[in-house]
């Protein structure tokens, strides 16, 4: 379901579909920048409806990638406003939260009933603010958002996906022994919060310079350099498992003192921790 997107966006996606040979398994509801907002507003639904049917009629899995929801919410201030409501934050309709809720939450499965709806709603945030209220309620109703980095692309990381802002509600149900790995919990949480210490580094290193942080701080800023290059950085056409995923984790916090490595118990620690792994990577990363 495309909403407000230009005509170029449109045969981009026609061109996308086509060229993979999916064309055949795909509906498309396109809404046009130029078509009535009205037709915006219903776009998702429609599409929704007919994902539905699929999904508990015909027995399929359907996947429905909605964008951009920013210009439906944005159709809906204007109709709101056309009709005298009185608007909410930015002008947005008071029931903005409760609309969109009326569409995210037509996603999942039935019980006894074969086939499933997924949904992946696309949005961009004006002047990059994630407090705006589109993907601010957006990130209450979902079970996770996944953030892209206008700085890790212009830097040449593929994927861009901003780390700390980006998050899953469901992924602690979905991991660890049995589902994952033993380690998997504890290798994302110091992950996590390691990086969280790199834009810390950062943003220091803006005020008083790279040559004046201490020791510590100069080995977050090579942790972070090679974590966006190595573990964010994916290519299209690289498949990488898990355990490779999970063992390059570890790899890139042994870039880190082991005193850095506080949210890891030392039994775990010393079983992953691994200086010359890191310093090999180092070197077949720059070689």
Not at 3 to 29: H, P, Y
Not at 206 to 218: C, F, H, M, P, R
Not at 256 to 268: F, G, H, N
């Amino acid at each position: 379901a495309a909403m407000g997107i230009q005509n170029d966006v449109a045969d981009f996606f026609r061109r996308s579909f086509a060229e993979s040979g999916v064309l055949q398994n795909v509906v498309m509801f396109l809404n046009l920048a130029n078509d009535p907002i009205v037709e915006r507003i219903i776009t998702p639904r429609c599409a929704l409806t007919a994902a539905e049917y699929l999904a508990y009629e015909k027995h399929m899995h359907i996947l429905v990638v909605m964008t951009d929801m920013t210009a439906y919410a944005e159709a809906l201030r204007e109709f709101s406003s056309s009709k005298g409501e009185i608007p909410g934050r930015k002008g947005f309709p008071g029931y903005l939260y409760s609309d969109l809720a009326s569409l995210y939450e037509r996603a999942g499965i039935i019980e006894g009933i074969e086939g499933s709806v997924t949904q992946l709603p696309i949005l961009t945030m004006p002047n990059d603010d994630i407090t705006h209220p589109v993907p601010d309620l957006t990130g209450y109703i979902t079970e996770g958002q996944i953030v892209l980095d206008r700085g890790l692309e212009q830097g040449g990381v593929y994927p861009p996906i901003s780390v700390l802002p980006s998050l899953s509600r469901l992924m602690k149900d979905g991991i660890g022994e049995g589902y994952t790995r033993a380690d998997h919990s504890a290798c994302a949480n110091q992950l996590f919060a390691s990086y969280a210490q790199v834009q810390d580094a950062r943003s220091l290193a803006s005020v008083i310079g790279e040559e004046e942080l201490s020791a510590l701080d100069k080995q977050y800023l090579t942790f972070g350099r090679y974590f966006e290059k190595c573990f964010l950085t994916q290519r299209f056409d690289e498949n990488r498992s898990m355990e490779d995923t999970l063992d390059l984790g570890w790899t890139l916090l042994s870039l880190l003192p082991k005193s850095a490595l506080d949210r890891v118990d030392d039994q775990m620690l010393n079983a992953h921790y691994d200086p010359e792994a890191a310093q090999a990577l180092i070197e077949k990363t720059e070689a």
